[in-house]
């Protein structure tokens, strides 16, 4: 990554405090409302002491992490996925009270840098967004990147680096080519958030001194989740899910990280010969225990949780779940009540249509209505509709929509 984002990123606070017009930094996106109030910037970190007070202990960083600026990583290889990566930014924007946010965006399409410059721009400036113009929210799209070190004496086989491998092994590499954030939150695409982002980057100030990777623990089963060297790995250990990761970036460093990642190629060159993230990932929690923390599963949840009675995701039940995971062709595969919540919001325009009208209704009928086929899920999408009621509401001002044309008071309770 550019040293030239960090100074970037510290103009824009500056120029914030100093004046009251809207300046517009290329590349930066930032807009500015000097009208609207933004959140309290200790409030997150309230909610996180009084949490850690709860278990009898405060947790500290090695390197102090900005509760304000939320910033998220994707990788985005083809215009399929560029596409659910969209998705997935609107959800989080439809959603969030953050005053900060940074889309950091590597991609293999070296030609869609400027489309997707574009596509944010649109969509940050649209009518329904509006209440961000508060916040700073800004894009990054570069190109795909590795760490230039010289591994040779290792005898590592980096040849993937050149085959359509390197897109998934992106994320395994975020410490050593993004120099310029202490932490990130790495999602696939195909990822819906459902809750404030700031909710999930709350999770950095809950992990404890050594703890710099959080992530969910898949237990859905898998023939390729556990590499299978019975001398040297424990074949029981279930497998961690990649596609949303908690980094922290300056720990993961001092961890050596990248050279512990390269060591393990050479270690396992024979089980690791397609470069498959998922089992990368679980050879490094095995080697670094210490280092890891679990996620609550509500921040990675999949259709296996609705498919039996027991063992599922229990931390759903109140709220419901907090980001859904659309991997393996789920939100486009047949007319289930994942694709659904994915249409809703793709289709959702926020420079048209009513936020009640046209995404909140909707979206509660299919989380009412649920689906027959998960039916051991009912409880959670029942209580994820009465949650996205009240979000929608509290963000949005119900009084600004319906209630203004006359049939809010009468259509609220029948969505």
């Not at 959800?91 to 574009?118: C, K, W």
């Not at 922290?248 to 270690?267: D, G, I, S, V, Y």
């Not at 659904?340 to 009640?356: A, L, R, V």
């Amino acid at each position: 990554m550019p040293a030239l984002i960090l100074y970037r990123r510290l103009a824009k606070r500056l120029f914030l405090f100093g004046v009251a017009a809207i300046v517009c930094l290329v590349p930066l996106v930032k807009y500015r409302n000097r009208n609207q109030q933004q959140p309290d910037a200790y409030a997150i970190m309230e909610r996180q002491e009084a949490a850690a007070s709860s278990n009898g202990h405060l947790t500290s960083n090695v390197v102090p992490i900005d509760p304000q600026a939320v910033n998220i990583v994707y990788v985005a290889c083809g215009e399929q996925q560029i596409d659910d990566m969209f998705v997935s930014i609107k959800s989080i924007l439809l959603l969030t009270n953050s005053p900060e946010i940074t889309f950091i965006v590597f991609t293999n399409l070296h030609s869609s840098l400027e489309q997707i410059r574009h596509r944010f721009t649109e969509l940050v400036t649209s009518k329904a967004l509006a209440r961000l113009s508060g916040s700073i929210v800004d894009i990054y799209p570069v190109d795909l990147e590795f760490p230039s070190v010289h591994h040779s004496n290792l005898n590592v086989d980096i040849s993937w680096r050149n085959t359509d491998t390197k897109c998934k092994m992106q994320k395994m590499f975020l410490p050593a080519v993004i120099e310029d954030f202490e932490a990130i939150i790495y999602l696939d695409t195909a990822t819906i958030v459902m809750r404030p982002i700031e909710e999930l980057w709350v999770e950095f100030f809950r992990m404890r001194e050594p703890e710099m990777l959080s992530m969910v623990l898949d237990v859905e089963p898998s023939e390729t989740s556990v590499l299978k060297k019975e001398d040297e790995l424990d074949t029981k250990t279930l497998s961690n899910g990649p596609g949303v990761l908690l980094m922290n970036l300056t720990k993961m460093r001092n961890f050596e990280w990248e050279e512990k990642l390269m060591h393990t190629l050479h270690q396992h060159h024979i089980h690791l010969g397609n470069a498959n993230p998922q089992n990368i990932l679980d050879t490094m929690v095995q080697i670094a225990r210490k280092e890891m923390r679990l996620l609550s599963c509500q921040w990675n949840f999949r259709p296996f949780y609705c498919k039996k009675a027991k063992g599922g995701c229990d931390s759903a039940s109140l709220k419901g779940f907090a980001l859904v995971n659309g991997n393996s062709g789920l939100f486009h595969q047949g007319n289930g009540i994942f694709s659904h919540i994915y249409s809703i919001f793709k289709n959702f325009d926020p420079h048209q249509m009513d936020i009640f009208e046209n995404f909140l209704k909707p979206m509660k009928k299919t989380l009412k209505t649920g689906d027959f086929a998960l039916e051991h899920c009912s409880i959670v999408f029942s209580a994820l509709a009465t949650y996205m009621d009240d979000s929608i509401t509290r963000l949005y001002g119900a009084a600004e929509s319906f209630a203004m044309k006359g049939y809010y008071s009468q259509q609220h309770e029948d969505i």
